[in-house]
């Protein structure tokens, strides 16, 4: 089979993982009544309410220099309701309730399964895009971005990002490279070999502080699937997750599978439950949040803590004084005879669904739309991205800009950007045309990058096309359940059989029950979206 090499030019800051809540009432039908009409610079701003869901990091929104210039211009004032954790639990109580704001911004803060569910909630943008010129170039110029936004009856309830430079995969696998040359070892090729290493970084003092206790051989967040979850481990066997595979869909030889029901991820769970047991894997693995995983890898001083990781990359990942002690490298092998491939996330990391929508309810729409189109001129959305022109961004006044390196010089650049804008949650769109000088931690990536860059993916029968399928309203209702029913059953079991084992005695029963929960019913409807994609491509 013809094979692809996929490889990385460009690169990223952090990214992140946090999906957020939401307090308090939206109201998006609760604006002054006949504003819509006022155009923008007129002196009266119009009111409109929004959703934000961001970073734990990032500053108030009121604080963000282009995002005022952005309401100004477009002659609107924004209550922003700032979300920040527990938004998925508490979304539904308020899309059933109807009381909602003129507009949600953050990736999938509203889901084509939300479309499916609350049908009349959202508004339907393919008629206003006139209102919209930035959103029209956008569609245009990267004709993906129209493809993703609609639907398949060809309405258009959400709009998509794009931000143009970010690599082909959202993580990659850190190992102590100072711990192993304290120890005389060499980075691991096979699981067998990693947990001998991880074994020594336990028993032996690595970091060599005198402490033989206070080493954390290895580390991740505490999922399956996801950015720098354990699953990304499975590039050892030969898969190729896709998006990082959060719910476990894959595909293979043109197959739509997912690996929660496969014996290499059943394999998996018996070395992670073996690394358990000997210590190796930090007994918070389950119960830390993103932040606490960050912090604890920084260590203390130049004394690291952490051994074997994941992260988006090292300066980032255990901060700017103890970034040079780690190295990156290829997933471990399963077996020496094992394949080996990662998680190809290019289209989740440089698109992104549904990043803003509009309320049916609001009575501001023109307004709203005036908002939205701001927010899509180029020149912004750079400031989306990476901060305001001035702290974030100098301007060469030629028509080219530069990314800024941090004001605190203690600080890494991927914690500037998060604290500093919306970052990758914004909507934004930033054209190939655009002339910007990336900041040293995106040139830092292509050298961290190079250990999979070589690996061989073949994009056309081995990459889900994710969020290029588009369902129709029943589907996206019947997979949505089922999806939340087997991952229920996937998490719990997960935890259970790295921590206390089972997994052998119980495998067979956990698929059946798996398949019950509609997992069998998910892979024929993915299926057949998938060869009419193939079809149509």
């Known amino acids: 089979m013809r094979k692809k090499v996929i490889g990385f030019t460009l690169v990223l800051l952090a990214t992140s993982v946090v999906m957020t809540a939401c307090s308090g009432s939206g109201g998006g039908g609760n604006a002054e009544d006949g504003a ?11 009111k409109l309410t929004a959703i934000m869901t961001k970073h734990p990091l990032t500053k108030p929104l009121a604080e963000m220099e282009w995002l005022q210039k952005v309401e100004d211009k477009a002659g609107v004032e924004i209550e922003w309701q700032e979300i920040t954790a527990d938004w998925g639990q508490k979304k539904g109580t308020m899309l059933a309730s109807g009381d909602v704001p003129d507009l949600f911004v953050g990736p999938n803060v509203i889901t084509d399964a939300d479309f499916a569910q609350f ?19 956008m569609f245009e110029e990267k004709p993906d971005t129209k493809r993703i936004a609609t639907q398949p009856d060809g309405k258009i309830y959400g709009l998509p990002k794009y931000q143009r430079f970010w690599p082909s995969s959202a993580s990659r696998l850190y190992i102590n490279q100072k711990w192993l ?5 060499k980075v691991p090729n096979t699981w067998d070999e990693l947990y001998d290493v991880l074994v020594a970084f336990k028993e ?15 580390d991740w967040p505490g999922g399956i699937g996801g950015y720098f979850n354990a699953a990304y481990l499975l590039g050892g066997t030969g898969m190729t997750l896709t998006d990082g595979s959060p719910e476990g869909y894959f595909v293979e030889d043109g197959q739509v599978k997912n690996y929660l029901i496969d014996e290499r991820y059943k394999s998996l769970v018996m070395f992670l439950n073996k690394l358990y047991k000997a210590g190796l894997i930090n007994p918070e693995v389950f119960t830390h949040d993103y932040t606490k995983y960050q912090s604890v890898a920084r260590g203390d001083g130049d004394t690291a803590k952490v051994g074997f990781t994941l992260g988006w990359v090292a300066s980032d990942r255990f ?3 103890l970034a040079p002690q780690y190295t990156s490298m290829t997933p471990p092998k399963a077996t020496p005879d094992s394949g080996i491939s990662w998680s190809y996330d290019y289209n989740s990391l440089n698109y992104g669904n549904n ?38 961004i100098k301007d060469n006044g030629d028509g080219s800009y530069a990314v800024l390196p941090p004001a605190d010089p203690n600080m890494d650049p991927g914690t500037w950007k998060w604290t500093s804008t919306m970052a990758d949650h914004g909507a934004f769109y930033i054209p190939d045309s655009l002339k910007l000088t990336l900041g040293k931690d995106m040139q830092e990536v292509i050298g961290q990058s190079k250990p999979i860059e070589a690996i061989q993916i073949d994009v056309d029968n081995d990459v889900l096309p994710g969020m290029f399928m588009k369902y129709s309203t029943v589907d996206n209702s019947t997979m949505a359940l089922n999806n939340t029913n087997v991952m229920n059953l996937a998490n719990t079991s997960f935890a259970k059989w790295v921590t206390k084992g089972g997994v052998e005695a ?9 398949e019950k929960a509609g ?5 024929e409807i993915m299926q057949k979206y998938y060869d009419e994609y193939k079809q149509n491509k």
């Open 36 to 46: 819509s009409t006022d155009p923008a610079g007129s002196g009266k701003k119009v």
């Open 355 to 392: 990043h803003i929508v509009m309320s049916a309810t609001s009575k501001n729409k023109e307004a709203a739309m005036r908002f939205i189109n701001e927010l899509y001129a180029p020149e912004v959305g750079m400031q989306v991205l990476f901060g305001s022109i001035g702290p974030n």
């Open 519 to 523: 997992l069998k019913q998910n892979l």
């Open 204 to 218: 032996k003092d690595a970091n060599g502080n005198g402490d033989p206790n206070d080493e954390i051989p290895m």
């Open 506 to 514: 119980e495998w067979d029963a956990y698929v059946k029950e798996t």
């Open 319 to 321: 901060g700017e004084k």
């Open 119 to 137: 049908q009349g909630l959202f508004q339907d943008l393919s008629g206003m895009l006139d209102q919209a010129p930035n959103v029209q170039k």
């Open 181 to 185: 040359d304290n120890l005389g070892l």
